[in-house]
């Protein structure tokens, strides 16, 4: 339809059916067995199922269809239902973990990722997937950091638009691709002590330098929705902040698309006391243009009467519903509401190699590789033991694979070190080892409790001590539960589950050689795990291809190329922890003691891993920076170059980072900021001269006058492997 066929299609809707455009209901209320992403008490009148115009968290090409054909049938206008479901890292083929994507620095990849996932996702009936999270995350208590892309607001802006275009593709109404509702807007991430849902504080220069840049990328990047968050920015919750969602999102960016609610935002307004009752919330949401009321009953129950009394115009009702209406029209759904829809179009696209292949190679890209001590990796051995909770475990997905099902297609380390290690003469054991968790963890919406827990690690134990003996290489597989990262899973304390750490110390007691995978969906503490281990890599929560990509780097088939996307901590007293923080009046270099300066007294102020650290197989080098020049106009370009050199057994891709660092502006500046980022890749003994393009635009920065610009000044930047080294150089912006 064109515009004018939708005003008229509005013009013939009554009241009662426009608002309920504006309403989501809850998988549950056409499906009883719908993924629950949120509590919804309320009884659904079966007028508001009739006329809702969006559901969430249903999946099944069959089962949509069906729903779909008897939902228009019965609909005064026919209008399509929208079906709306997080694919955050997969639909049936899981990949990585958000934040282990963004430790690949590999847009490119990652947006082919999404548009995999997208295909799998249009055949199974969705129509827009809640994805990309870009809330920037620096405190790795929040259990989301897992569903972002990390501390930086260069790589979460490249790799939110990254996703969008693969998961919009050129024509989001192909039947191959979903519309994307990027999240949570806005500042998610900054929730106060890392506790989720709380309140966040941030001064306006913050929030605009470091939160706002990637959600702004991904809009520009096209994406057609987006959720408020349930945070408040100081002191209004975002589901009804006038100037976030008014001035900033729909003025100063642009965006004239459909903003959802996250679930039961609006109703939490009371909760919040913002708001005295349902009505005065969405009275309150629909002044800041809030379109879409996810499972919260505020707008169906109130918004007609709100309108019939004029507390809220219908003027602004008609604007949030064409909005809707437009939706779904640029997807196609009033020309073919089964767009794509194909149950055997997604079992072809599960089997498809290309897809394993994709999901392999991401994996593989998301490894970062800490320590490798005495060149530990790649794997070497003729006795191999795979011990520990993740050796064999097919659970390594996070707690957002809802569309998964069961876990029979996932790679274990196990299947794929079978199949690695087939016919080469070298034997791989398994062991368990100890359980993933201590009796009495909290893990989701449960307590982990096992009443045969003791006898039971006793035995698993000694399975390992056995496996251990027997091995000349032990490959150690820990991390956290997929439990305990994710919405509603903060913690305070960044440790291994110490039933593991136990077993850790008593392999490293062998004095075998001894390699670590870390399984997590956040930062931990490594401190531990570092010094009792030979080689350490962190595998995050891999997916569906999880075995294969690991095997790959541990024999040596791709080397690691991965960069952290968060600093990893010394201790969790350290958080919330990002490299680009302030200087300080009383900087303190980590090699002095000094008193009267910014320190701790018990801990190191550096991470024990800096944002985009990561090893590969040999040893790179970075020759001195040389620039084209010392100064830089206004209009003008400087060229940053330096020689990066591979030594090693094998070629491998390195991350090669470009850092600024403002001396002086109207507002103090960060030490380092990532203003650039390369993907190179290296043959053994090969060197190439990396080169970056500097100019004012990238030196612009919220000053002090409130605005968007550069100051001349003096600049030094850096190019090298990682926030904490790299060689240094200088120049002078001139005005
Ligand atoms: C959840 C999450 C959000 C998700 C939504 C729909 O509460 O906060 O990320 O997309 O509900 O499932």
Known sequence: ???????????????????????????????????????????????????????????????????????MAAHPHHIPLLFMLDVVHGHKTVFPCPLGQGATFD???????????????????????????????????????????????????????????????????????????????????????GRDYQNVELSEHTLREKYLPAYRAAIDAGAMLVMSSFNTWNGIPASAHPQLMKEILRAEF??????????????????????????????????????????GACYSGHLEELVRSGKVPEQALDEAVMRVLRLKNDLGLFEDPFRGVSAERLEALRSDPAVRASARKTVAESLVLLENKNEALPLRGRRIAFIGPYAENADIHSSWAISLGDTSGTVTVRKAAEEAFAGTGTEVRFAAGCTLLDQGTHVNVSIYSDPDWEE??????????????????????????????????????????EVQTDLLRRLAGTKKRIVTLVFCGRPLELKEAAALSDALMVCWLPGSEG??????????????????????????????????????????????????????????NSALYPFGYGLTYGEVRFSPVTLSGGTLAPDGVLTASADVTLTGPMPAEQTVQL?????????????????????????????????????????????????WASEPGRFRLWIGPDSASGSEAGFTLIG
Not at 468 to 494: I, K, M, N, P
Request: glycine share 8%; aromatic share 6%; proline share 5%.
């Open 456 to 497: 039971k690690n006793r035995r698993l134990a000694d399975e390992a001590a056995e496996a251990a003996e027997w091995a000349d290489t032990v490959v150690l597989c820990l991390g956290e539960h997929r439990g305990q990262t994710g919405e509603s899973t903060s913690r305070v304390s960044l440790t291994l589950p």
């Open 547 to 604: 075995g294969h990509g690991i095997l790959d780097v541990l024999t040596g088939r791709t080397a690691p190329s991965g960069k952290l996307p968060m600093s990893f901590p010394r201790a969790v007293g350290q958080e919330p922890l990002h490299y680009d923080q302030y200087p300080t009046g009383r900087p303190r270099p980590d090699d002095r003691y000094d008193a009267f300066t910014s320190r701790y007294l018990d801990c190191e």
């Open 107 to 193: 847009p490119a990849l990652v947006e082919e990722g999404a548009s995999v996932q997208a295909a799998e996702a249009a055949a199974d009936g969705i129509h827009v997937t809640f994805s990309p999270m870009c809330d920037l995350s620096r405190d790795a208590r929040w259990g989301r950091v897992m569903e972002s892309t990390g501390e930086d607001v260069l790589l979460n802006s490249r790799m939110a638009a990254a996703m969008v275009k693969g998961y919009q593709g050129e024509r989001v109404d192909d039947g191959r691709h979903v519309a994307s509702c990027i999240k949570h807007f806005a500042a998610y991430g900054g929730a106060e002590a």
């Open 1 to 71: 339809m064109n515009d004018q066929q939708l005003f008229s299609l509005l013009s013939d809707m009554s009241l009662e059916e426009k608002v309920m455009q504006l309403v989501q209901l809850p998988g549950g209320a056409y499906d009883p067995t719908a993924f629950q992403t949120g509590i919804s008490e309320e009884t659904i009148p079966q007028r508001v199922r009739q006329l809702a115009g969006s559901t969430l968290s249903i999946d099944g090409a069959d089962k949509l269809r069906d729903l779909q054909t008897r939902y």
């Open 254 to 295: 642009g965006f004239d698309g459909v903003l959802i609610s996250d679930y039961g935002a609006v109703r939490e307004m009371v909760p919040h006391s913002y708001a005295e009752d349902d009505a005065d919330a969405a009275r309150k949401s629909m002044a800041a243009t809030l379109d879409i009321d996810m499972c």
């Open 659 to 707: 850092y600024l660092r403002d001396v002086t502006g109207s507002r103090v500046r960060p030490v380092r900021e990532l203003k650039d980022f390369r993907r190179i890749l290296l043959k053994p003994g090969e060197t190439r001269t990396v080169s970056f393009e500097i100019t004012e635009p990238m030196l612009r920065f919220w000053t002090a006058e409130n605005r």
